[in-house]
């Protein structure tokens, strides 16, 4: 998140804030801009709701759903744990005689906690929201109720687990082999590079507590081979 | 045939599971036709559920993911440099765009901005692209509807453009030659002048194209009056692009939210007026002389100086500085290993791609990596128009119709 200004209720800048606050007081949670870019923290409960506002409002007509996508911030709010991020932007143009939109963009958010994952889907507002509410629901585990035909989109029908979840490793398939066995996936053995550490500085331990700690051991099978614990060093075999 | 309820349930769990359709107890008449995902006019591996009363198509579903990669996974596991070259595999045949809207998004959160002659090589990059992009779906597109020889024409021409790819970059289709900062070099010597001799062919070739179709009475009773939409489903739907302005909204990024240099260039935005197949490709023809008006004003009028911003912690040195300065060799080792920290924020940008709005969402935590990156596919939201589209027409106009979205199944699935 963003941290070059948080802004509060009372405070509400951006006129469609004003508008939330407005009509939805219970609903707006805060106001954050950074270059340039207005994005608006709501509560989820209310998120259709703040779409339709969005959509009708005479001065705001953002009638065109640029899309929405999801963000996995693990541990780093202690009130959600994923972010489902609208963006909206009204398209100006002219049909008999009539002008619409306003040429403005605004992104919404909304926080969803991990033991309750689930939004308000506002495919009845956009229904170009089908589409991008599937991969969310594919990529991050997110329910959105509601939602006419929620399926996985991107990976396959029998697929466990969901990929863009920062605690779903890297590779994390384990090799089958001709033989039945399966080998190690590309995450057990995987070796941090000297000199490029992952999170950037040499001798940060965020990471661990970021990746390692929250990666969950695979189960291993009857046929599983343990790896061979790499040499200091040693380039990991993939 | 009337079935009974119990088998019923059967079948509509069987095919629920096996392609995600609902069978209607009521009509039997309808009948379910699969088509893909290995059928030559879905433009790779797309596959389209069918639903049909008699030859009349009363839904399609879109089934996808057949060539998903991770590609945005990845991105979260490479340094901001070197996720530039996973752009390219999105929608591989605009490369130089797709470059460019994550490259835009970092240089957000970086807070930089490239000097104008990196400005002016990027837009003459991406409208190249933009031609090589509509050049490619002119050709498919054509090919589908039964117009073979088009195909060749017009890939005679795109030939050229990847040409003036391979001469800049060294590769035709993959280049990752926009990169944070500005460009990974300047244009080699005769690189414009090729660009002027393309300009000066391209109309005469196009001309060639457009004799042999605008006044085509089979390429007009397969496009006119097929495929229509109006423009509040398009909005709603988030359809951009060319689909959108064959529906009469003169919307096109460039213009409405100029981005690089765009706000220097002279050029309008053709729009149709009826939404239909024809309009999209008459659109997309007129694009291609607007590209190529953009490409002759940045030739004229190309600025000389630096193309990369001057900063090492971004940028890496010349070549020639290695030789002789210990600085130079410790900023190109720690580059390249170890990469720029941006700010912690999230940065978007909208460009406008052949196919419709692109940018990319980048998140950063402060690392050298980006925490997540995601990509606005216009393909992909353009594909859910289809059953729009097609509803109450016939199945070969699905064909027509799926062609004149110009969907590229890389960037569906990423």
Redesign the interface.
């Known amino acids: ?4 200004s948080v802004i509060t209720a009372p405070q509400a800048q951006s006129l469609e804030a004003q508008k939330i606050v407005a009509q939805f007081p219970e609903g707006f949670v805060s106001e954050s801009v ?2 340039g ?1 207005t ?1 608006i923290m709501v509560e989820r409960a209310y998120i259709v709701d703040v779409c339709r506002l969005m959509r009708d409002d005479p001065d705001l007509q953002f ?5 929405c ?1 999801g ?2 911030y693990l541990d780093k709010f202690d009130d959600h744990r994923f972010e489902v ?1 609208y ?1 909206l ?1 009204s ?5 008999n005689g009539k002008k619409f939109g306003t ?1 403005r ?1 605004i ?1 919404l958010k909304v926080g969803v906690p991990e033991d309750d994952a689930t939004v308000p889907s506002v495919v009845s507002v ?3 929201a ?3 509410e599937r991969e969310i629901f594919d990529m991050f585990g997110v329910r959105f109720q509601g939602h006419p ?1 929620l ?7 029998d697929w466990v687990g969901h ?2 979840r920062k605690d779903y490793p ?1 590779g994390g398939e384990r090799v089958r082999f001709p033989d039945g066995k399966f080998g190690p996936s590309v995450g057990e053995v995987a070796v941090s590079h000297p ?2 550490s ?4 040499t001798g940060d331990t965020q990471g661990e507590h970021y990746s390692r700690s929250r990666t969950p051991t695979p189960d291993k099978g009857p046929g599983t081979e343990q790896p061979p614990p790499a040499a200091p060093g040693e380039k990991a075999q993939g | 045939m009337a079935i009974d309820s119990g088998r019923l349930d059967e079948l509509n769990t069987a095919a629920t599971l096996a392609q995600g359709v609902h069978i209607d107890a009521l009509d039997d008449q309808t009948m379910v036709v699969n088509m893909g995902p290995q059928h030559p006019s879905t433009h790779g591996v797309l596959r389209v559920v069918l639903e049909l009363d008699g030859e009349i198509i009363a839904r399609a579903t879109p089934h996808i993911g057949y060539v998903h990669t991770g590609i945005e996974k990845t991105i979260e596991y490479n340094t901001y440099m070197k996720a530039v070259t996973l752009t390219d595999r999105m929608d591989y045949v605009s490369a130089h765009i797709n470059n460019a809207s994550y490259t835009l998004a970092v240089e957000k959160l970086l807070g930089i901005e490239p000097p104008p002659r990196g400005q002016y090589l990027r837009i003459m990059l991406m409208e190249i692209q933009r031609i090589a992009s509509h050049l490619v779906w002119l050709g498919t597109h054509c090919l589908d509807i039964g117009a073979m020889t088009i195909f060749f024409y017009a890939f005679q021409q795109r030939e050229k453009l990847l040409d003036m790819t391979e001469m800049m970059a060294g590769v035709r289709m993959m280049p990752s030659w926009i990169v944070p900062g500005g460009l990974r070099g300047d244009a080699p010597e005769g690189w414009l002048e090729r660009g002027k001799d393309f300009c000066d062919d391209f109309p005469r070739a196009m001309e060639e194209i457009e004799s042999l179709l605008n006044a085509n009475p089979i390429w007009r009773e397969r496009t006119q009056g097929v495929g229509m939409i109006d423009i509040e489903d398009c909005l709603a739907l988030g359809v951009g692009g060319p689909t959108l302005r064959a529906a009469g909204v003169e919307h096109d990024i460039r213009t409405a939210v100029p981005y690089s240099s765009y706000d220097q260039m002279k050029f309008h935005v053709p729009v149709g007026q009826y939404s239909d197949v024809y309009d999209r490709y008459r659109v997309r023809m007129a694009e291609m002389f607007q590209s190529r008006e953009i490409i002759k004003q940045c030739i004229e009028g190309m600025p000389s100086g630096p193309i990369n911003v001057d900063d090492r912690k971004i940028v890496p040195p010349p070549r020639e500085e290695l030789d002789n300065s210990m600085e130079a060799v410790i900023h190109h080792f720690k580059l390249w290993t170890e990469g720029f920290h941006p700010p912690v924020g999230e940065a978007y940008v909208p460009l406008e791609s052949p196919k419709g709005e692109i940018g990319f969402y980048v998140v950063s935590d402060g690392t050298n990596r980006p925490y997540r990156a995601h990509m606005r596919p216009p393909s992909f939201m353009n594909l859910q128009a289809l059953s729009k589209m097609a509803e109450g027409r016939l199945i070969a106009d699905v064909v027509a119709i799926i062609g004149s979205i110009d969907i590229i199944l890389g960037e569906i699935d990423r």
Not at chain 1, 1 to 4: F, G, K
Request: glycine content about 10%; overall charge negative; aromatic content about 18%.
């Open positions: 998140m963003s941290v070059d950074f270059r870019d994005r009638n065109f759903f640029g899309e996508l963000v996995d991020v963006n932007s398209v100006v143009y002219e049909k040429g963009r992104f956009y229904p170009g089908s589409f991008p035909d399926r996985r989109i991107l990976m396959s029908d990929p863009q890297l000199g490029e992952y999170y950037g500085k």
